[in-house]
């Protein structure tokens, strides 16, 4: 292999290879940033026996956001098949009679404005703040037990975007990402 390059590609290949391997470990950062950009936390009552639930109904769901992209009848018909396909996909069967469990939902969102400071002035010694509005969009997915009304699993997925329209995208990941973690691991 020393034979196949002049001693001058040498060197500009080597340099081509590093910048291609940190092109790759900053692409690769970027996207853990992103994949942290959303947030699930998941709650549920370590009482309950998760494997009696065989059946799930449907029975409301909720939309509060000023962007009219996100109140449509269409942003919630895409909620609840996502929640439909989710839970079935976990062995759960769909009824609009009685059921095991009664999903809910909430989806809101709301403009936010975060300060960050950064170090200016004379050899940084001063701060500056600057205001950073960004939009947070949360889904709320809530599983309750009909037989005593109380709620048994409740999954929270929250994203950061620039663009409230972007959020409504994100939505399938949303529900996806919070019905991963059903049933509960104890």
């Known amino acids: 292999m020393a034979g196949l390059f002049h001693p001058a590609q040498k060197s500009v290949m080597l340099p081509r ?5 940190l092109k790759l470990a900053l692409l690769g950062l970027l996207a853990a940033q992103v994949a942290q950009a959303q947030k699930v936390t998941v709650e549920f009552d370590k009482s309950v026996d998760f494997t009696k639930f065989k059946t ?15 109140t449509s ?19 759960l069967t769909q009824t609009s009679g009685d059921a095991d ?17 950064y170090p200016a ?3 940084g010694r001063g701060t500056r703040a600057v205001r950073v509005p960004y939009a947070e969009g949360t889904l709320v997915i809530d599983l309750r037990d009909p037989s005593t009304r109380v ?19 994100k939505i399938d990941d949303m529900v996806k990402k919070s019905i991963e973690k059903y049933p509960p691991k104890k």
């Open 121 to 123: 002035g004379w050899y």
């Open 56 to 70: 799930f109904a449907i029975r409301g769901g909720e939309l509060n956001s000023r962007n009219p992209a996100l």
């Open 17 to 21: 290879m590093v910048s291609g391997a």
């Open 151 to 169: 709620l048994v699993w409740r999954g929270v997925a929250s994203d950061e975007k620039t663009d409230p329209a972007k959020l409504e995208g």
């Open 73 to 91: 009848n269409l942003v919630k018909k895409q909620i609840e098949s996502d929640i439909e396909q989710r839970l079935t996909a976990k062995g």
């Open 101 to 117: 469990l009664n999903v809910r939902y909430t989806f809101g969102q709301a403009r936010k404005v975060e300060v960050e400071t």
